[in-house]
C-alpha cells in the first residue's frame, strides 16, 4: 500500500513568486491535513480538508489556501512568498472510517525562499 | 485543546526502557493523549494513543494516571534508531487539528 505522497519535494522560490504544493494521500483516506514545520515554530498546523471541505484551520494569513479534489487528492499555495515562509510543508491523511485514529504522514515538501 | 508539558530532552542507554513522561493537567473528558515521534528530516510517525486505560502496541506502552493528568510512553528495549523528537499531543478525537509542541528530544545511547 503506497503510503503519502508529497510532491515536490525540494524547490526554491523568490520573494513575491507563489508556490503550489502537492499531496496524495493513502489510498481510501478522505482527510487530508497540512502542516508547516520551522526550525523557530515548530510543527504548525495550517488546515485540514475532509471530502472537499476545509473542516479546520490554523493560525496563518490568507496567503496560505489550500482545497481538495474528488480524488482526495489535496494542493496547498502559497502567494506572495516571504522569507519566512522557507520551511518544510508536511501533508498527512488519515481515514477516521476505520477508526485508527492515526495520521500518517509524507515526507514534506522543503521550500526555500529567497 | 489542552496543553502539554514535555522535558526537553532525555538520554536512554540502549536495551533499556525509555520512559517519556508528559503532563497534560487540563485534560478534558473526551479528549485522548496521542504520541507521535519524528526521526530527523522525516514526518512524524504515529505511536500510540489512549483515552483512559493503558494501551501496549508493537512500538511501545502508554501509561495513562488514573486522573488523566499526566501519562509516560514507554519504550522497552531502546534502540539506536528510536533517537527521535517524541511529541504528546492531547485532542478530540476525528479531529485533525493536532497542535505538536516542542517535544522531547530522545538520545539512545550505545
Known amino acids: 500500500k503506497a503510503g503519502v505522497t508529497q510532491t515536490p519535494r525540494y524547490l526554491i522560490k523568490t520573494r513575491g513568486q507563489q508556490v503550489t504544493l502537492s499531496c496524495s494521500p493513502i489510498?481510501?483516506?478522505?482527510?487530508v491535513s497540512w502542516y508547516q514545520q520551522t526550525p523557530g515554530q515548530g510543527l504548525q498546523f495550517l488546515f485540514e480538508?475532509?471530502?472537499?471541505?476545509?473542516?479546520n484551520k490554523g493560525n496563518f494569513p490568507g496567503r496560505f489556501s489550500g482545497r481538495q479534489f474528488s480524488n482526495s487528492r489535496s494542493e496547498m499555495n502559497v502567494s506572495t512568498l516571504e522569507l519566512g515562509d522557507s520551511a518544510l510543508y508536511l501533508c498527512?491523511?488519515?481515514?477516521?472510517?476505520?477508526?485508527?485514529?492515526?495520521?500518517?504522514f509524507g515526507e514534506g515538501s522543503r521550500l526555500t525562499v529567497l | 485543546d489542552a496543553k502539554t508539558t514535555q522535558p526537553p530532552s532525555m538520554d536512554c542507554a540502549e536495551g533499556r526502557a525509555a520512559n517519556l513522561p508528559c503532563n497534560h493537567s487540563?485534560?478534558?473528558?473526551?479528549?485522548?493523549v496521542y504520541w507521535y515521534r519524528q526521526i530527523h528530516s522525516q514526518g512524524p510517525q504515529y505511536i500510540i494513543h489512549?483515552?483512559?486505560n493503558n494501551e501496549t502496541n508493537e512500538m511501545a506502552s502508554l501509561i495513562i494516571t488514573e486522573d488523566r493528568k499526566s501519562s509516560t510512553l514507554i519504550l522497552p528495549h531502546a534502540t539506536l534508531r528510536d533517537t527521535a523528537v517524541y511529541y504528546c499531543?492531547?485532542?478530540?478525537?476525528?479531529?485533525?487539528?493536532?497542535?505538536f509542541g516542542a517535544g522531547t528530544r530522545l538520545t539512545v545511547k550505545p
Open positions: 498527512a491523511s488519515s481515514s477516521w472510517e476505520l477508526n485508527t485514529g492515526e495520521l500518517f
Open positions: 489510498s481510501g483516506h478522505r482527510s
Open positions: 480538508y475532509f471530502s472537499e471541505t476545509q473542516r
Open positions: 487540563t485534560i478534558s473528558g473526551n479528549e485522548y
Open positions: 489512549g483515552l483512559k
Open positions: 499531543i492531547v485532542l478530540l478525537y476525528n479531529n485533525n487539528d493536532m497542535r
